[in-house]
């Protein structure tokens, strides 16, 4: 029988960047691990820079506004995709501070990653949880290390 493999991060870069699937695979790896997630899970990635985010945060979220990352939950029967993220490249280029891009890529994703797997800000409480999350995942993913909770 012949099974097909599943990537855990589907990229469609629709930008002129070139960027390595893998800063965003490891962080996945760290957060399946931590998450409880069956090992057959991936999400879809997208990242752009042509405008795009700011048409699907106003027709989503309501708001008429470039954003930095978006992310919509996938609810599928018997498939493991977590769901979509869609960064903007250029938002988070502006706003990286001292951080490279790659380093500001994968704290967007680990945030659009996080909400997709539940997480959100709309509460202090449920703030300092998510914030606590990506502290957690980044220091692991800096250090290299998976760990199991």
Do not use: W
């Amino acid at each position: 029988m012949n099974i097909l493999k599943i990537k855990p991060v589907i990229l469609s870069n629709k930008t002129a960047e070139s960027i390595e699937i893998k800063i965003f695979e490891e962080l996945f790896f760290i957060v399946l691990n931590n998450e409880s997630r069956p090992p057959d899970s991936f999400v879809n990635l997208e990242l752009t820079n042509d405008g795009s985010i700011k048409q699907l945060n106003k027709k989503y979220l309501g708001r008429d506004e470039i954003t930095d990352v978006l992310s919509f939950t996938a609810n599928i029967p018997e498939v493991n995709l977590i769901g979509d993220i869609i960064i903007d490249i250029n938002a988070a280029k502006s706003q990286k501070e001292d951080r490279t891009v790659s380093e500001e890529l994968q704290i967007l994703f680990l945030h659009g990653l996080l909400h997709c797997l539940g997480y959100d800000h709309l509460t202090i409480e449920d703030q300092r949880i998510m914030e606590a999350k990506e502290s957690e995942y980044l220091n692991l993913l800096k250090k290299g290390e998976k760990l199991d909770s």
